[in-house]
């Protein structure tokens, strides 16, 4: 993503043509959600991309959620979940 601009409390960057994101600073928290989640449109092509880069997958065997292939269903859509190098969930959803 190219970065677009950075102050003391936030930094942003252009995703795609007409998006960007922007994080915000803040000193390091344990959470047990997900904290971002980026929208696909071919999931299975995206955990396959990923798991290739050496991404490792959460995978749920009981409870609300139950991944199979690392996706799970949700409603009409569908998630799959991560964790980046500092513990951070975050999350792929298409639908």
């Known amino acids: 993503m190219p970065f ?8 942003r960057f252009r995703c ?4 960007e994101l922007s994080t915000f600073q803040r000193p390091p928290i344990v959470t ?6 980026f929208e696909v449109t071919d999931i299975e092509a995206a955990v396959h991309d990923l798991e290739a ?3 490792t997958f959460i995978d749920y065997a009981q409870g609300p959620l ?3 292939g690392h996706i799970a269903q949700l409603g009409p859509a569908r998630g799959a979940w991560f964790r980046d190098p500092d ?3 975050l999350g792929l959803r298409q639908g």
Do not use: D
Request: hydrophobic share 35%.
């Open 87 to 89: 513990g951070n969930t």
């Open 4 to 11: 677009l601009w950075e102050t003391p409390v936030a930094v």
């Open 32 to 37: 047990e959600h997900t904290l971002a989640h």
């Open 16 to 19: 795609g043509e007409v998006s």
């Open 66 to 68: 139950m991944t199979t």
């Open 53 to 55: 880069k050496g991404v």
